[in-house]
């Protein structure tokens, strides 16, 4: 009896855990936001990450995040003359249900030029709407490169916990994106 008691809870917590993952919602493609956010660039190039010593150290102290090649990609965009239209970065960053993919385009000044959340669990989908459909992350256009994002601008009035909790989330992205920037662009 013990034994089939021990099997019943074991199964029952291994479906719980398995009913709350959750799978991700691709809010736009990553490619169609990098065409969208750099008009002018004829060409784009992956920028490879050589985040190691005092670099990463300092995205490090100023993010509390250390950067990966798994959840971190930096595109550059160029026009047709070979001048630097501007920069992209993907990053996946940790929720309390599951990753949410979050993009961050820069102009050659550094200055925020866009914003998109660009994939994020079924589950918190319902939380993340208010940010995206209320305008929102257009509060972080202009967004200057040492400036420091604002989540409360995320959050349409009377917004709840949640889209509040996700507005961090998102402001706290676009931090460490604008860390990167400042690497990538004083990188060779």
Not at 35 to 58: H, N, R, V
Not at 97 to 120: C, M, N, S
Request: charged share 20%; proline share 7%; glycine share 10%.
């Amino acid at each position: 009896m013990r034994r089939q008691s021990a099997a019943a809870a074991a199964f029952l917590c291994a479906a719980a855990a398995l009913a709350h993952v959750t799978p991700n919602v691709t809010l736009i493609r990553k490619g169609d936001f990098l065409k969208q956010a750099l008009p002018g660039a004829a060409k784009y190039f992956e920028k490879q990450l050589m985040i190691s010593g005092p670099d990463g150290a300092a995205i490090h102290q100023a993010t509390g995040w250390t950067p990966t090649e798994e959840d971190t990609k930096v595109y550059v965009g160029r026009d047709a003359q070979g001048r630097l239209v501007g920069s992209v970065i993907f990053l996946w960053l940790p929720s309390q249900h599951g990753p949410v993919g979050l993009a961050v385009a820069f102009d050659p000044g550094r200055t925020v030029r866009q914003v998109a959340i660009t994939d994020v669990g079924t589950e918190p989908l319902v939380w993340v709407r208010p940010i995206v459909d209320g305008g929102g992350l257009s509060a972080l256009e202009g967004l200057a490169q040492n400036a420091a994002p604002n989540a409360e601008r995320l959050t349409p009035p009377g917004a709840g916990g949640m889209t509040r909790y996700y507005a961090k989330i998102v402001a706290d992205g676009v931090v460490r994106a604008q860390r990167i920037e400042a690497l990538v662009q004083d990188s060779p």
